[in-house]
């Protein structure tokens, strides 16, 4: 947790996929307060055609770029979704290219109660998280 | 913002996801208060068997052409979803030939936090929507 | 409900699939409260590399039998979230072969209006659920 879908349009490299994961892992990190080793991401790559996105009106240009980051996790405040979307923003362009204006991000949140992080426990709730 | 994911089965072809899409995107403008330029959706193919549906003992007969709508967004009300639905299944038929047995719909919310649309930055907080 | 989202790596054969996707639904109808045919199930396979976990920090070994399963639903309690992971590490391990260990499990929740499964209705609010 968080539990980070990426969704994006086929035709890059499995390096730079891995990039774009690292990069978003570590926007996690470093302002999203995830943990050490707390990685959780699931990439998926689309046909053309398949990811189709407008601009809300906002004048963005959108190009085959575009690259939708879901982030399903609990107890982040509003500062910190802000600090993620903006380093997720200056990160992915400076580091894989992604232009700001091809990005966008979406928070889900539930509760402790709602993660199993592997043996079939409730880290949060058994007291091992 | 609302995000729809359209989760389908294999067979159709681009002409007709994208007809799909549009129409999909029809309803979220004219009975979900989705505005000019507001669209954000993504399309995900299924092989056969990998969307396995019942019927909730409901009495419907699902088929191949079972199509299921998640619509993350913030803000609608029950009489907004409820006529969602209800277009969704009737233009769905009228225009794709999507049956109305084959159609599921789940809606989940957040809040006006929880969007970047572009640029690394939260346009509902900033004033920017 | 619950809609049910099975992300994994490739590898497994269609046989195998549909034994995790029953196995899950065994255990949302036994302990999730899923009455008869309440079924709603999406698994998507992802190239290697396309998943990438890790441990939070919890001392697990992650292997390519790495299994995602996110679970959109109402309703459910803390003890019925609990007995879910619960039965779902001990059921896919002894049925399918896949190690709790591997096992990442993520609920999210909405409301009654929240849902269609057919005909354009929302089941819960109308009276026919």
Request: charge should be negative.
């Given at each position: 947790?968080?539990?980070?879908?990426?969704?994006?349009?086929?035709g890059?490299?499995?390096?730079?996929?891995?990039?774009?994961?690292?990069?978003?892992?570590?926007?996690?990190?470093?302002?999203?307060?995830?943990?050490?080793?707390?990685?959780?991401?699931?990439?998926?790559?689309?046909?053309?055609?398949?990811?189709?996105?407008?601009?809300?009106?906002?004048?963005?240009?959108?190009?085959?770029?575009?690259?939708?980051?879901?982030?399903?996790?609990?107890?982040?405040?509003?500062?910190?979704?802000?600090?993620?979307?903006g380093?997720l923003?200056?990160?992915?362009?400076?580091?894989?290219?992604?232009?700001?204006?091809?990005?966008?991000?979406?928070?889900?949140?539930?509760?402790?109660?709602?993660?199993?992080?592997?043996?079939?426990?409730?880290?949060?709730?058994?007291?091992?998280?």
């Open positions: 947790m968080p539990l980070v879908r990426i969704d994006i349009q086929e890059r490299s499995p390096a730079e996929l891995r990039l774009i994961a690292d990069t978003v892992q570590d926007v996690m990190r470093d302002v999203f307060a995830a943990p050490q080793g707390d990685r959780y991401q699931i990439i998926t790559e689309h046909p053309v055609g398949h990811i189709i996105v407008e601009d809300s009106g906002l004048g963005f240009e959108r190009t085959a770029g575009v690259t939708v980051i879901q982030i399903f996790q609990q107890g982040r405040s509003t500062s910190q979704k802000q600090a993620a979307y380093q923003a200056k990160r992915l362009e400076a580091v894989c290219g992604i232009r700001p204006e091809d990005l966008i991000v979406s928070v889900i949140s539930n509760k402790h109660a709602d993660w199993s992080f592997g043996l079939g426990r409730a880290q949060f709730l058994d007291g091992d998280l």
